[in-house]
């Protein structure tokens, strides 16, 4: 039997970091906040301690701190004509769980997406004519103008680190050319550069592009944030990505807002409480409240006034699709919105060997790099090229974890006494170049539930269909080129490229940057929310998190994650709760 508890004003499902943004602001704001987060309490000191944070075979190949598989997953195919089938172990991209999501093992790289890709149709199409009828690319209903002050705040409880390329208008040397207007220069300066980044700093700039540091989540000094919180200088100690920081350099929401939240009476979490169905009433015209259910197999009916998804855009796409809000997209007819627009990354890339530098790829860290966005958005001319999009050229020094980390040479094989020379000879002289593609928004691409595979309580999975889009195939064919050609001007022996060809793999990891499926736009037969990522459909229901990217970019989503999560719960605080209703009139 389900219990009934007393009601909350707001319910959060999921507690990582959009989940955490949410609750400070709305706590702030007097209202009683709950959050029900389905994995365990994570903190630094008993969860990160430094003397197990690098422990590699239980975090990353053990997958220590994300969802797991075998509770619940996705299915996956590459198009409609084929039979999805789960995925068992993941690969491509790794769902996080429990306290702070997927913001406790990030890297950190922390961008602002460009003013253009908010009005990609719009755009776009202004520029060079009508996109293909396939391409459901779409405006976001909102500019990077009126996200920018909430991308200044979301970079300064994070303290990134970084340089600015456009403040207030002005072009400012050294940061990057290309960037929307920024209000205000990054909390902290860049972080240290190593021999990888000098080396493809000066053949950036050999080619005429415009190199800059990686804006970073890794601190470069001590920082104290705007609610006090204290992170102090990174070790560049290589284990940001799928670990924890036990140092407390790493903006995350457990050293950035949870400590915060903690200690306000107004603020309650609950772990190992997994949300099951958002509920409605009145016909299905606002939500109630969320059914959950705990470890001890209880269910619970939880009231509340307004509920906030913020469980990643996969779960959110589900839980929508459970629980019968928004018409689910069909792919047949273009018509339906909830699944619609899902979209991934598009990554390649070039390795350079040297045979007398030491690259020292151990000293590292999630988001130390150098990069170009001279092919990213559309600060290149694409007439004649047939695509829209881009993507960025980095070089970053992240790791030379032993279990991940054995650059060899193409030829090399795959394992036996050769192999293990070739691992020794080129371990702390490699460096890589890499490309973050765009996706575009293609009918073809999207999330419904699967027809036959159910989770541990039986509710079908979400079905993922996706596969590289003409337009993705010609962008990354564009863009590998130039990173090979900076690749090469680095100076090493040899350089591999790693080209994007064939179908989508989801195996090997690529990105957990799984964007779409929640869609916001200006127009409710078209997406699923409104510009505040408010359902149009149940108007006290929010959205958060990628999955409200009509497409994705060439970029890491959280910075303009985080921005989008500012922007709505501001709009929550100051228009919804004066007035309770739709902010948008359909
Ligand atoms: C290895 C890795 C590296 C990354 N590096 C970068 C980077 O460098 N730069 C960048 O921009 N982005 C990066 N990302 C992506 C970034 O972590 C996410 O964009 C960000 O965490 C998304 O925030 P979110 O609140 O939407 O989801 P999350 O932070 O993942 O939080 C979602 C939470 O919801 C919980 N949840 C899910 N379903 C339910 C349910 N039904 N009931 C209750 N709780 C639920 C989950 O357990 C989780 O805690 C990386 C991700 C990974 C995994
Ligand atoms: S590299 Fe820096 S931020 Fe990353 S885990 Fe190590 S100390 Fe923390």
């Known amino acids: 039997m389900t219990k009934q508890l007393p009601p909350v004003d707001v319910v959060l499902v999921g507690f990582g970091w959009t989940g955490a943004i949410y609750a400070e602001k709305l706590t702030a704001a007097g209202l009683e906040v709950l959050a029900l987060e389905r994995g365990p309490w994570r903190d630094t000191p008993g969860d990160f301690a430094t003397t197990f944070a690098q422990d590699e075979l239980r975090y990353y190949w053990r997958h220590g701190m994300f969802q797991e598989a075998s509770q619940s997953t996705v299915t996956f195919r590459n198009n409609s004509a084929q039979t999805a089938l789960p995925m068992r172990h993941w690969g491509s991209f790794l769902p996080g769980n429990g306290v702070g999501g997927s913001g406790v093992h990030w890297n950190g790289q922390t961008y602002r997406f460009l003013p253009s890709d908010f009005v990609a149709r719009s ?12 391409m459901t690319v779409q405006d976001y209903g909102v500019t990077y103008e009126e996200l920018e002050p909430h991308f200044d705040y979301f970079e300064k409880i994070c303290g990134i680190c970084g340089k600015a390329g456009n403040l207030r208008g002005e072009t400012v040397e050294g940061g990057n050319p290309y960037e929307g207007a920024r209000s205000d220069e990054y909390p902290n300066p860049p972080m240290q550069m190593t021999f990888s980044q000098d080396r493809f700093e000066a053949a950036a700039r050999d080619i005429g592009l415009n190199p800059f540091p990686v804006p970073s989540a890794n601190m470069s000094r001590a920082y104290t944030n705007p609610l006090g919180l204290q992170l102090a200088p990174c070790t560049y100690c290589g284990f940001c990505e799928k670990h924890g920081c036990g140092n407390y350099s790493k903006s995350s929401p457990q050293t950035t807002i949870i400590p915060v939240l ?4 107004n603020f309650a979490l609950r772990t190992h409480s997994e949300v099951l169905k958002i509920e409605t009433e009145g016909g299905g015209s606002r939500t109630s409240g969320v059914t959950y259910i705990d470890t001890s197999g209880d269910t619970f009916f939880q009231p509340a006034e ?15 699709l459970l629980s019968e809000i928004g018409e689910p997209y069909d792919p047949r007819t273009g018509e339906g919105v909830v699944g619609k627009n899902y979209c991934y990354q598009v990554m ?8 007398e530098e030491f690259t020292n790829g151990f000293v590292g860290a999630g988001a130390l790099g150098m990069v170009a966005d001279d092919y990213n958005g559309d600060n290149f001319d694409h007439s ?29 094989p795959g394992w036996g006494a050769e192999w293990k020379r070739a691992v020794q000879a080129n371990y702390l002289k490699t460096a890589t170049v890499g490309v973050h593609g765009a996706s575009m928004a293609h009918r073809s691409n999207y999330l419904d539930l699967d027809p036959t595979y159910t989770d541990s309580y039986g509710r ?8 590289f889009t003409v337009n993705d195939r010609r962008l990354t064919e564009h863009i590998t080129p130039v990173a090979e050609e900076i690749a090469r001007g680095m100076g090493g022996r040899e350089v591999n490229v790693s080209a994007r060809r064939g179908s989508y793999d989801s195996v090997p990891y690529q990105t957990t940057h799984n964007t779409g499926g929640t869609i916001m736009g200006t127009d409710p037969a078209s997406s699923v929310v409104n510009r505040y990522g408010q359902s149009w459909d149940v108007p006290n229901l929010f959205v958060a998190g990628a999955g409200l990217f009509p497409q994705n970019a060439g970029y ?5 994650v985080g921005a989008l999560a500012y922007w709505s719960v501001d709009a929550i605080i100051n228009q919804y709760l004066p007035q309770p209703g739709p902010l948008v009139q359909a």
């Open 384 to 412: 004649g090229l047939g695509f829209i999009g881009g993507g960025y050229i980095a070089c970053y020094t992240t790791n030379a974890r032993p279990i991940e980390s054995h650059p060899v040479p193409d030829g090399t």
């Open 460 to 467: 079908p999975l979400l079905r993922m269909t996706y596969d």
């Open 123 to 134: 755009h776009n199409e202004e520029r060079y004519g009508r996109l293909p009828e396939d």
């Open 556 to 560: 890491n989503p959280t910075g303009t």
């Open 262 to 265: 903690m200690q306000r009476p």
């Open 348 to 355: 390649s890339g070039a390795t350079v060997f040297f045979d």
């Open 306 to 320: 307004i509920v906030v998804l913020c469980a990643y855009p996969l779960e959110n796409t589900r839980l929508m």
